[in-house]
Each structure stands twice: as C-alpha cells, then as structure tokens.
C-alpha cells in the first residue's frame, strides 16, 4: 500500500482546468519530484495534498485512509507536513522559539495549566525544547539558535522552515520550491539537508524549478504541463524523455540531452 496515492484527482477554478484527473502514488521511504512549467498545477497540487484546496473530483489517500475533505491542522497532526514556497517563519522570534512553536500540535497541557505553569507545562515546554534543540543541531543550524529568524540569510530562514516542519514529526514531508532564489552556495546547502531528512526515514515530495536540484536529489520524477501527468520516471529517464523536452524547451529540439 502506498504512503499517498492521489487517484484521478482534478481541481476546477470556474472554467479553467488547473489539475485533470492527476494519478500519483508515493511509496514509503520514497524522494520524488514533481516538476512543470509555471502554471503547470504543482502548487494546487501541493495544496489539495495538504488540505488547503477541496478537489473536484477524485480521491487522494494517506496511509490507506481517504483524507481528500481532511482540514490542513488534522493532516499535519497525522504526519502529513509541507513548508511553503514564501518562507513562513515568524521573524521576530528567535531560531529556537519558531522550532518550539512547531511542536504546538504535540500539546497536551491546556489553557489553565499554561496560565499557572503547572508541573506537566513546564515537563512539557523542557521536552520541546531539548526536541528543538537537537533538531537544530542535527541540520546545522545550532550556533543560531538564539538569533532573531529575520537575521538569518536566506538559505538559513529555508532550513529554518524544514526544521519547523520537522518538529511537528512528519512522516510524509512536503517541501514547496525550497531553493527558490538561492545561489548555488545555498542550494547545495539545501540539498544536503534534504537528503539528510531523507536519511532519517522520512518521506519527501518536493516541487522545484532548479532542475540540478531535482535531479541530483530525486529517485523518481513527476512532470505536469497543463494541470495534466505527462510523464514519470528516474531522473536519467525524464531527462532525455521526448514530451518533456518539449515541454520545457517547445518542438524541434528532440535531440536535446538535457531539460536543465
């Protein structure tokens, strides 16, 4: 049984067509990619995924279960987690802080022990934060810790926002166009990161228009044109695929070896 499986999934906007039934599967343990020209439905696709967007029709699955009217807060708490294209971090907090507020979701003391700090808050609040701290230093960004988010350079405000995610324990982590913007420095960067967070078990689906990107890091490849699948396969398979040429470089260039 596979980790997601979206089955025949399409999203209307009145009349303009942004998914047509889209079929994806993803396999625990899985890195995969998905990729298209602007427009091409990967963000709406992201966002039917992660509950922020009903579908038209179809179906999308999580661990077996159908989760395609699930709200985003009930997804995430299921290990279902995304960052997103805009860096979403919460500038005027320290490093540490926006980590610890990714473990909101694992809370179980309520208002009153919180106003009252009871013993099981602060037990708590002591375990989140060891959580966040190692986090922290198991990416790189431990000697941060106590800087104000907004202080960071770009990439580092990136990994930030996967070290978030990370708190709120996904096993499924999707990953909206992490090295938008970077220079290669900060890409590689990012890239490491990645495969690290792949390496501890988790599984990953990224979009991303750096093609050195998705191709160095993805086991298999998903590529959309026009709301529509139009092909799939390794990154050595997508790379001299026909339709994909086109689609990123338009006829007459079928002898082309690369879509990067």
């Known amino acids: 049984m596979a980790l997601l499986e979206c089955s025949q999934v399409s999203k209307h906007f009145g009349g303009l067509k942004a998914l047509e039934k889209v079929s994806l599967s993803i396999e625990e343990g899985n890195l995969v990619g998905l990729i298209g020209p602007n427009g091409a439905g990967k963000t709406t696709l992201f966002n039917l995924i992660t509950g922020f967007l009903r579908a038209t029709s179809g179906k999308i699955a999580y661990q077996g279960r159908d989760i395609t009217s699930c709200p985003p807060h009930v997804l995430a708490s299921m290990g279902l987690v995304r960052t997103f294209q805009k860096i979403n971090v919460f500038g005027h907090l320290s490093v540490l802080d926006n980590v610890i507020t990714g473990h909101h979701l694992q809370k179980q003391t309520g208002l009153i022990g919180a106003l009252f700090q009871s013993r099981k808050f602060r037990r708590e609040e002591a375990s989140f934060r060891r959580d966040s ?13 106590n800087y104000s988010a907004k202080d960071l350079p770009l ?7 996967i070290a978030v995610a990370l708190a709120a324990k996904p096993r499924l982590l999707l990953l909206d166009e992490p090295a938008s913007g970077m220079n290669s ?3 590689y960067f990012i890239m490491e990161l990645i495969r690290k967070v792949h390496k501890s078990g988790i599984t990953v689906l990224i979009v991303e228009h750096d093609m050195s990107v998705i191709m160095n890091l993805c086991q298999r490849i998903v590529v959309l044109d026009f709301g529509k699948v139009v092909a799939e396969g390794t990154p050595e398979g997508i790379q001299h695929d026909p339709q994909v040429i086109e689609v990123y470089l338009g006829k007459g260039f079928d002898n082309a070896a690369e879509i990067a």
């Open 155 to 161: 990439g580092l405000q990136r990994a930030l926002g």
């Open 133 to 145: 701290l190692a986090i922290l230093d198991s990416i790189g960004l431990g000697k941060w810790e």
């Open 185 to 187: 420095e900060e890409s």
